[in-house]
């Protein structure tokens, strides 16, 4: 009868510690985890930079990247991945992914640990407040003028070789990008974030054929291009109205070797009034005959792209902004710690209990 009592013990306690192991082994975490990246769009146009694609698992968020270069998340090769944590029961599960909580019109499942994984991802964002989810990012633009958000410019015609003008509707707290075509055009986005409701407001890039007619000295360094912009009409263009605003514009490779311009070199200055000021200016992507810039501006008026060789020049601090944590390669899982704890209380649990009786 001893005997048989042990044998059943002995089972049940197998069956225990085997359930337990496998239970464990279901909820490690993939590592290294699945990395995601792809292109993405909002309303048919390039995803600006700066917007935040987030992954979620049956709706508990997974991982999250900040849009470095407009119209694309993560790279490939590349280090920079949409990184999702997950665990081995949950391979094959669908990943959705959301942009301010509007979810992307296609979804993925869940892959295998340290593998690349391409999905193209197009948003349909509400253009206002009242459309449902409204926070997202505007793109593009009809061209033209005018209404109240219309921009003037005290610019010399004769100087002017280019103007682009875009209309958008800029609200609180939403990033909205305008964005510039044309060829001869170097600044390619215009992305502002709203402090207030401001309605549809037209931005204006003057691209000029020397310096400003609105400046009294030329800027200094090896000057790429002269160029004004505008935000709203006289006035507008303020921290009250914008909380931030950021210039992506680009320079030709050519260019910045003939002259001997490193990256580095390459800055974007603004006419505060009085003298020139030097912006902070990031290098964020480069291709075989382009490079392209970022900058962050507490204002709109004659600007200038320019190499800095060795030349102090007057710096002003960027626009304060709540930094976005890096995403890494380390998994954070979700707290499912409790469950493997439990099963290793059960087991411990079991065995002294077989020890009681095998004494008795």
């Excluded at 192991?21 to 146009?45: D, K, M």
């Amino acid at each position: 009868m001893k005997m048989k009592k042990k044998i059943i013990l002995m089972t049940v306690l197998t069956i225990l510690i085997t359930s337990g192991i496998a239970s464990a082994q279901n909820e490690i975490p993939l590592s290294p985890p699945p990395g995601y990246y792809g292109t993405v769009t909002v309303n048919g146009q390039p995803a600006p930079q700066g917007t935040t694609i987030v992954a979620k698992i049956a709706g508990e968020v997974r991982g999250s990247i900040p849009i470095s270069t407009a119209g694309f998340y993560g790279d490939n090769p590349g280090k920079t991945k949409l990184w999702i944590t997950g665990y081995q029961n949950e391979i094959n599960s669908t990943v959705t992914f959301y942009l301010n909580d509007v979810a992307a019109g296609q979804t993925s499942t869940l892959a295998g640990p340290e593998t690349d994984n391409r999905v193209d991802l197009s948003f349909i964002v509400p253009s206002g407040p009242g459309g449902g989810n409204s926070g997202g990012s505007s793109n593009g633009g009809s061209s033209g003028g005018g209404g109240g958000g219309g921009t003037t410019s005290g610019e010399n015609l004769s100087n002017i070789d280019v103007k682009e003008s875009h209309e958008l509707e800029i609200f609180k707290d939403v990033l909205t990008s305008y964005r510039f075509t044309h060829a001869l055009n170097p600044i390619r986005y215009n992305n502002v974030t709203g402090n207030v409701n401001a309605g549809v407001i037209t931005t204006t890039v003057e691209v000029l054929k020397g310096t400003s007619s609105m400046v009294s000295s030329a800027a200094p360094g090896k000057v790429y291009k002269n160029v004004n912009v505008w935000v709203g009409t006289s006035g507008f263009a303020t921290p009250a109205n914008l909380k931030e605003s950021k210039i992506v514009f680009n320079v030709q490779n050519s260019w910045l070797t003939d002259n001997k311009i490193t990256g580095s070199q390459l800055k974007l200055l603004r006419w505060d009034g009085n003298k020139w000021i030097t912006l902070d200016t990031n290098e964020i992507r480069k291709d075989a005959t382009t490079t392209y810039f970022e900058s962050a501006t507490e204002g709109f008026s004659p600007f200038a792209i320019s190499g800095i060789m060795g030349i102090t020049a007057t710096s002003t601090p960027s626009v304060t902004q709540t930094p976005i944590p890096e995403i890494t390669r380390t998994a954070t899982p979700p707290v499912k710690a409790p469950t493997i704890q439990n099963w290793i209380l059960i087991v411990i649990i079991a065995a002294a209990y077989f020890i009681i009786i095998r004494k008795k």
